[in-house]
T-cell receptor, first 117, second 112 residues
Framework: NAGVTQTPKFQVLKTGQSMTLQCAQDMNHNSMYWYRQDPGMGLRLIYYSASEGTTDKGEVPNGYNVSRLNKREFSLRLESAAPSQTSVYFC????????????????FGNGTRLTVT | QQQVKQSPQSLIVQKGGISIINCAYENTAFDYFPWYQQFPGKGPALLIAIRPDVSEKKEGRFTISFNKSAKQFSLHIMDSQPGDSATYFCAAGMDSSYKLIFGSGTRLLVRP
């Protein structure tokens, strides 16, 4: 099993450009998440989808939109990229929306490293 | 109140030594404390987790110590190996919520 697959692995954008980060999981998990990782700041939740058909804002949603395309896929869109969005983006999934549940840990993809110039 | 403070930022340990990473929290509603391990170029992966009803949990060379009154918890890596070199994140969450608050991470280097 591949687990959580993210594409692309690397991307460079100019300020104002748009792009979509793709994520797919093959573990039949109900919940999916987008995090960003910045040096010295840990991982911060951008958006999450508790189940197919629902999405909600996390800690840092400004400048992003998401789509839960089906149970497997959850995409993150930057409509007008800004240098402040330079980061490593991680998609994650869990069996239930209780991401902190003892029996439902987060499974992360390998990330997309995005640079906005 | 939602923060989790992690220290040190980086740590160098000799092979065979003990690595200790500390975390502190303020929100007493947190009831789930996992540690995630991240190798370069990879996503974080769950290493070990604890609930506040126990003071210690051990899995192989990895131990979580939990001090509820001090609102602190720590990861101890015994007999540290070069293969343990990674970034470690503590986190805190509530079992009734989607929200998991991560610490800022500790970059561990174990020298041969």
């Amino acid at each position: 099993n591949a687990g959580v697959t993210q594409t692309p692995k690397f991307q460079v954008l100019k300020t104002g450009q748009s792009m979509t980060l793709q994520c797919a999981q093959d573990m039949n998990h109900n919940s999916m998440y987008w995090y960003r990782q910045d040096p010295g700041m840990g991982l911060r939740l951008i958006y999450y989808s508790a189940s197919e058909g629902t999405t909600d804002k996390g800690e840092v949603p400004n400048g992003y939109n998401v789509s839960r395309l089906n149970k497997r896929e959850f995409s993150l869109r930057l409509e007008s990229a800004a240098p402040s969005q330079t980061s490593v983006y991680f998609c994650a999934s869990s069996e239930t929306w209780l991401s902190s549940s003892y029996n439902s840990p987060l499974h992360f993809g390998n990330g997309t490293r995005l640079t906005v110039t | 109140q939602q923060q989790v403070k992690q220290s040190p930022q980086s740590l160098i340990v000799q092979k065979g030594g003990i690595s200790i990473i500390n975390c502190a929290y303020e929100n007493t509603a947190f009831d789930y404390f996992p540690w995630y391990q991240q190798f370069p170029g990879k996503g974080p992966a769950l290493l070990i987790a604890i609930r506040p009803d126990v003071s210690e949990k051990k899995e192989g060379r990895f131990t979580i110590s939990f001090n509820k009154s001090a609102k602190q918890f720590s990861l101890h890596i015994m007999d540290s190996q070069p293969g343990d070199s990674a970034t470690y994140f503590c986190a805190a969450g509530m079992d009734s919520s989607y929200k998991l608050i991560f610490g800022s991470g500790t970059r561990l280097l174990v020298r041969p």
